[in-house]
């Protein structure tokens, strides 16, 4: 929900168009905004329609260490084998139709 008012926020409130704006949140003067306000309502959409998932993923979280998504945190973390093992937060996009 937070991600998507922040999304909202930018469409909404932000010139697209200042490269000298997005430069403040972007934290680096090379990258320039490649999207526009119909690119952020797609995406608003997308995140809608997502649903979060949970996974337990290697040491190094560069993997996934089973392949089973969970539907709660506390799932995930009761499927750890141990203490190095992290829990990986998956965002599931709804198959378009």
């Not at 119909?38 to 260490?65: F, G, N, P, T």
């Not at 945190?73 to 499927?79: C, K, N, T, Y």
Request: proline share 5%.
């Amino acid at each position: 929900m937070l991600i998507r008012a922040a999304l909202q926020f930018w469409c909404e409130e932000m010139d697209l168009e200042d490269a000298n704006l997005f430069e403040v949140y972007a934290s680096s003067p090379q990258i320039e905004p490649t999207w526009g306000q119909e690119d952020i309502q797609r995406l608003r959409q997308q995140l809608l329609a997502a649903r979060l998932r949970y996974a337990v993923c290697q040491h190094d979280a560069a993997s996934v260490k089973t392949p089973q998504l969970f539907n709660t945190p506390e799932a995930a973390s009761q499927e750890k084998t141990d203490d190095s093992d992290r829990l990986g937060v998956v965002l599931v996009a709804e198959p378009e139709v």
